[in-house]
C-alpha cells in the first residue's frame, strides 16, 4: 500500500513558497488556496496547523489568521471541536449556491451596460482576449485567475456595491468549485465560446443578451462540476 506523503513532501513538490509581499498572512493563505484548489489537500483532509506551519516554515500565528481567511472564504471547514479541515460541499449545496451568482452576475451583466464606461468595458475585452489566446498554453491556474478576473470585473463593472460584496461572498465559497469547472480542457472550447458571447454582449451594451450569457455561462458550470464529481466516485 503506498504510503500517503507528509505535508512536507507535499509542499516540496508542490514548490509552494511563503514570500512576504502584502502580509505574511495572505501569502500564507495564496500558497494554502493553491494546495486546495489543486487538491494536493483534497476535500476533506484533516489539517494539523502546527505541522503545515512548520512544513512552511512559518509560526503559528499567520498560519492561523490564513486559516481564518480560507474559511471565510468556504475553503476551510472546522468541527464542532474546532478541528480544521479542507472543506467538502455537497453538489446540491453548489448547485444552490451557483445558481445565486448566477443571478447576481446576470445581474451584474445588465447594469454593465449601462453603467460602465467604454474603457471599463475594453478591459473586459482586453481578459477574454489573453483567455482565447492562452488557453492552450496557459497552466490551469493561471487561467482560472483570469477566469475570475473576467467575472469579478463585469460585477464591478456594475457601479453596485452592494452587488459586489455580495458577489465577493458567494464567489468566495465557489472558489474550488469554480476552479474544477474552469480546468476541464474537454469544455474548454465551450467556456471561450460562452466568455466571448458575453463579452460581445458587454460591447454592444445588449442588457438582456448579457444577463441570459451570463446565466447559461454559470448553469454550465452546474453540469461540469456534477460531471466531474461523478467521474471521480466511479473511479
Known sequence: MRKNPSLSEIIAESDVQ???????REDTA??????????????????????????????????????RMLESEGL?????TRRPFIANPSLETIRQNIQVLGTLEALAGEL??????????KKIADLNHFMQEKSDTADALTFFEVDMQFHRAIVAASNN????????????????????????HVQRENTLNQHQRITDALLSRNAGQAAMELRAHLETAIINIASTIEEEDAK
Not at 18 to 24: C, D
Request: glycine fraction near 2%.
Open 18 to 24: 511563503v514570500a512576504p509581499r502584502k502580509s505574511l
Open 30 to 67: 495564496d500558497a494554502l488556496r493553491e494546495l486546495i484548489l489543486l487538491e494536493k489537500l483534497p476535500p476533506g483532509t484533516s489539517i494539523p496547523e502546527r505541522d503545515l506551519a512548520e512544513a512552511m516554515g512559518i509560526s503559528r500565528t499567520p498560519m492561523r489568521e490564513a486559516m
Open 76 to 80: 476551510i471547514e472546522y468541527s464542532r
Open 112 to 121: 454593465a451596460c449601462t453603467q460602465a464606461s467604454d474603457a471599463t468595458l
Open 161 to 184: 456595491t452592494p452587488l459586489v460584496e455580495t458577489h465577493r461572498h458567494y464567489n468566495a465559497r465557489l472558489f474550488r468549485a469554480r476552479f474544477v469547472s474552469s480546468r476541464m
